[in-house]
């Protein structure tokens, strides 16, 4: 897959996506998902919005 397919695809839902379902849907470290996140709205014109849930998970949502 394409680097821009799978934060569109995952990120783009309404509510986000988590890390972990970054990982599972990417195989990709942790710190790699993080890493393109904070490029992705530079590189790509994207605007990345990040939230926490009331569990304290961080959701990465691409906002238009």
């Given amino acids: 897959r394409l680097q821009g397919e799978w ?3 995952v990120c783009s839902s309404d509510l986000g996506a988590t890390i972990a379902e ?3 849907a990417t195989d ?3 710190h790699s998902i ?3 996140l904070s490029i992705a ?3 790509q014109g ?3 919005e990040s939230t926490k849930t009331e ?3 961080r959701l990465y949502k691409i906002v238009k």
Avoid: H
């Fill in 22 to 24: 970054l990982v599972k």
């Fill in 41 to 43: 709205g530079k590189k």
């Fill in 28 to 30: 990709w470290q942790k």
């Fill in 7 to 9: 934060s569109s695809d």
């Fill in 55 to 57: 569990a304290g998970e």
């Fill in 46 to 48: 994207l605007k990345i």
């Fill in 34 to 36: 993080r890493g393109y």
